[in-house]
């Protein structure tokens, strides 16, 4: 499987993300805390998946999702995070 990169200041987050990803097939993503390092490593390296949790130290992240799309071929996911969650039942399905 590629590489994957999670760019996230948060360490609690990373550890989740990086957990999660590694439960389908990305052992070992690259973490980086800022959207101005990401940027760096991005041009350096290929990535099959990007995964911007924001906001970031530096920025929004917005910005870096719309540059990682249109200066790569990776996917590209930015997590929305929820007020609350939602029981069980309420869930489709």
Known sequence: MGRALIV???ANSNEYI???LSEIG????VIIPSGAEARRRM???????????APLPD???HELCIT???QT???VVRPRSCGRALPNSTLPG
Request: charged share 25%; glycine share 10%; proline share 3%.
């Open 68 to 70: 990682a799309v249109e």
């Open 8 to 10: 996230s200041a948060g």
């Open 26 to 29: 990305y052992s070992r993503p």
């Open 43 to 53: 041009s350096e390296s290929d990535f099959e998946l990007i995964v911007v949790n």
């Open 59 to 61: 920025e929004f992240g």
């Open 73 to 75: 071929d990776a996917g």
């Open 18 to 20: 990086a957990a999660r």
